[in-house]
C-alpha cells in the first residue's frame, strides 16, 4: 500500500469516526454535556446577569460565555436582553413578544425562535431595551456583525471531532436552545405547572428541579423576583443553576447582588399595624398565594357540598365550580374572557365565594393605590382584618390571623 492510499483511508478514517473516534455512548454523554453548557451561558449570562443584573460575572466567565454563545446559537447579547426585558415589562399583553396567552401555545411552543427573530428585528426594542450590555471591540466587530460565522465554526470542530455523527450533534446542540427555551420555558412557563406566588402574569413553575434547563423551570419563582439570582425559593425546589453561581462565587469569578426575600411567620398581633403593613406589601404574591389556597379550599368545600346533594345539584353546577377553582384566585384581568361570565353565575349563586372574591381585591388595593396615605392603608388593613374574622367564613377568619402574623 502505498503512502497516499494510507493517506487516504486515515482521512477517510476520520471522516467517518472522528477525531475522537468516540463510541456512540460516548458521542450522546459528551452532546448532552455540550448542551447543557449552553444552557448554563444563557440561564447564567445572558439572563441573570445580563437581562436582570442579579449577579455580576468576572471577565472570565463572561467572556467565556459570550464566545460559547456565539459558536452554539449564535444569539446576540444585546438582542437577547432586549427581547427578555420586553417579554417582563409588556408580559401577557399583545406587545409581549411570546406570551402563550396572546399568541397561543402552539405557537410559542413550535415556532418560539421565530418569535424571538421577528422581534429582534424591532430596532425600537432593541435600542429601549437593550442598554448595559457589552459594545466592546469583540461584540461589534465579531459576536454581533458576525452571529452566523459561530455556529457554523461550531459545525466544522463538531465534523473534526465526531466524523459524520458530528453533524447530528451540532443539530442537537442549534435546536437545544429554541426548543427548551424559546418554546417550553416561554410557553410552558405560562401555561401548565404550579404557582408558588400569584405574580400579576401567568408565570408557572414547570418544574421544582431546576436541572435540565438550568434552573428555568422555576418560572413563577423568577417572574416573582427578576432580580433574584436564585430561583429555588422552597426546600424542595432546586436551582442547578444557582449551584454554578455560588460555585463562581467560591472562586471570585461571581458576586451575587440579589436573592428573593423569604416572608416568615411570627406570634399574630393583637391588631395590624405599620409593620404588618409593609411587611404584607413586601411578600404581596406570597400573600396572595396562601388567599389563593383559602379560595381554593372554599371551591373544594362547594364540589363537595354540590357532591353530597346528588341530583339535587343544578346540571353543569360541578364543572362550573371546577372552574371556579381553577380561576377565581386571579387577577380579573388574568380570567381568560371566554369563562368570565361562568364565573359571574357561580359567584351569583355562591355568596361565600362571592365574598371571597371581593375582599381578594380589596386585600390587593393595598398595593395598587398610590395616592392614599401610609396611615390610612393601615386603617384599611385593620378593616379588612376586622371584617374577616367577622364574617363567619372559616377560609376568611383563618388568612386574617396568619395575616397579622406576617413578619418582613
Known amino acids: 500500500m502505498t503512502t497516499w492510499d494510507s493517506s487516504v483511508q486515515t482521512l477517510a478514517h476520520w471522516a467517518q469516526a472522528g477525531l475522537l473516534e468516540a463510541a456512540w455512548w460516548q458521542i450522546v454523554l459528551i452532546t448532552l454535556v455540550l448542551t447543557h453548557l449552553t444552557i448554563a451561558a444563557v440561564t447564567i449570562f445572558l439572563h441573570r446577569c445580563q437581562a436582570h443584573r442579579a449577579l455580576e460575572l468576572g471577565p472570565v466567565p463572561s467572556h467565556f460565555f459570550r464566545f460559547w454563545l456565539w459558536l452554539t446559537t449564535g444569539m446576540v447579547t444585546r438582542e437577547w436582553v432586549a427581547i427578555h426585558r420586553k417579554h417582563h415589562a409588556k408580559c401577557e399583553t ?21 418569535l424571538y427573530r421577528a422581534e429582534a428585528q424591532v430596532p425600537a426594542t432593541v435600542q429601549k431595551y437593550g442598554h448595559n450590555t457589552p459594545n466592546d471591540w469583540l461584540e461589534r466587530h465579531l459576536y454581533s456583525r458576525h452571529n452566523v460565522l459561530g455556529v ?24 437545544w436552545i429554541p426548543l ?3 418554546g417550553v420555558i416561554n410557553g410552558a412557563g405560562h401555561y401548565w405547572g404550579y404557582r408558588n406566588f400569584e405574580a400579576p402574569d401567568a408565570s408557572t413553575n414547570v418544574s ?57 411567620l411570627g406570634p399574630a398581633r393583637e391588631v395590624a399595624d405599620a409593620q404588618t403593613l409593609n411587611a404584607v406589601i413586601a411578600h404581596r404574591y406570597e400573600v396572595m398565594a396562601h388567599y389563593a389556597k383559602q379560595l381554593r379550599r372554599a371551591c373544594a368545600d362547594e364540589v363537595a357540598r354540590l357532591k353530597a346533594q346528588g341530583h339535587g345539584a343544578q346540571p353543569g353546577a360541578w364543572s362550573e365550580m371546577r372552574l371556579a377553582q381553577r380561576w377565581l384566585h386571579r387577577d380579573a384581568d388574568m380570567i381568560p374572557a371566554s369563562v ?3 364565573l359571574q353565575q357561580v359567584l351569583a349563586h355562591t355568596p361565600t365565594l362571592e365574598q371571597l372574591v371581593t375582599m381578594r381585591e380589596e386585600l390587593r388595593q393595598l398595593w395598587t393605590r398610590t395616592n392614599v396615605s401610609a396611615e390610612q392603608l393601615v386603617a384599611d388593613l385593620q378593616d379588612w382584618c ?18 397579622r402574623s406576617v413578619r418582613a
Request: aromatic share 10%; hydrophobic share 45%; glycine share 8%.
Open 208 to 264: 421544582p428541579w431546576g436541572v435540565l434547563i438550568g434552573g428555568e423551570e422555576l418560572h413563577n419563582n423568577h417572574h416573582t423576583y427578576p432580580t433574584s439570582a436564585k430561583f429555588s425559593v422552597k426546600p424542595f425546589e432546586f436551582d442547578i443553576g444557582w449551584g454554578y453561581i455560588r460555585a463562581l462565587e467560591c472562586i471570585g469569578w461571581a458576586k451575587v447582588r440579589k436573592v428573593a426575600p423569604h416572608m416568615e
Open 94 to 114: 399583545e406587545d409581549d413578544p411570546h406570551s402563550p396567552i396572546t399568541r397561543g401555545i402552539r405557537t410559542v411552543l413550535l415556532q418560539g425562535a421565530e
Open 386 to 403: 376586622r371584617r374577616a374574622e367577622a364574617s363567619g367564613i372559616v377560609a376568611l377568619r383563618e388568612f386574617s390571623v396568619q395575616l
Open 180 to 182: 427548551w427555551a424559546a
Open 340 to 342: 368570565r361570565q361562568q
Open 152 to 175: 457554523a465554526l461550531m459545525m466544522v470542530i463538531d465534523l473534526a471531532l465526531f466524523g459524520a455523527l458530528g453533524l447530528t450533534v451540532w443539530a442537537v446542540q442549534m435546536i
